[in-house]
């Protein structure tokens, strides 16, 4: 079972704008564009993911205020 390399957040939306830019520009053969939709829904995914994830953080500092623990950020 193969592992994905997780990439950074703002990696992924420079991918995605790449794959948006060549689908609307580059004119790719159908499978091609096949296949730049699939990775562009998966890096979406994992972008949405993120942002929730972030959004959980923030919900934890908002509610405690500055009584924070790293313990608060896992999971």
Do not use: H, T, W, Y
């Amino acid at each position: 079972m193969s592992q994905k390399k997780e990439i950074s957040f703002e990696k992924s939306i420079e991918r995605l704008e790449r794959i948006v830019d060549e689908m609307e520009n580059g004119s790719p053969d159908l499978e091609k564009s096949l296949e730049l939709f699939k990775e562009g829904m998966e890096l979406a995914r994992e972008c949405r993911s993120k942002i929730m994830d972030a959004k959980r953080k923030i919900e934890i500092l908002i509610v405690k205020g500055l009584d924070v623990s790293r313990e608060d950020f896992k999971g």
